[in-house]
């Protein structure tokens, strides 16, 4: 009777040990790209700190649309990360701004980014530093863009052209 309880002990506990591990793997594997995040943006120049190329690899400079994540989601900032030319909607009291993702923030706070002047100059001036934002993967669950691209320059846009 003993080895019978014993057993049956063991076999509970193991198939118990068996369900967590086999459940883990689903239940942290939480879509990293999906929800909004919020945290700060700062900006930086490309080629006086950090370098003109990124970790994701492109060549930047102060007038290009990218953004560096913060080292905590970016992870291994001598690799590349998963993260590394996803698209990303950037947004600060109304205003939107879309950038890639190409390189990796050190300093950053968790969900924190850090902009070209060029980026940051299209949420806010330059002189403030620093931004409360709100950013999200474009194409991932309700992240969109509110403004309406259109193809078609507008008739002021067209006489500039001319």
Known sequence: MRFLVAFLLLVSLLLLHAKVVYTAPINNKRDQFNGFFSGRITFFHPASEGGAWGACGPHENDHSRIVALNLKQYGNEDARSKWCNKKVLIMH??????????????????????????????????????????WCVL????????????????KKDKKKDD
């Open 93 to 134: 009291k109304g205003k939107e701004v879309e950038a890639t993702i190409s390189d990796a923030c050190p300093g950053c706070a968790d969900e924190s980014l850090d902009a070209t002047p060029y980026i940051f100059s299209q949420l806010g001036v330059l002189k403030t530093g620093v931004l409360k934002v709100k």
């Open 139 to 154: 194409g991932t669950r309700g992240c969109k863009s509110k403004k309406k691209k259109s193809l078609h320059h507008n």
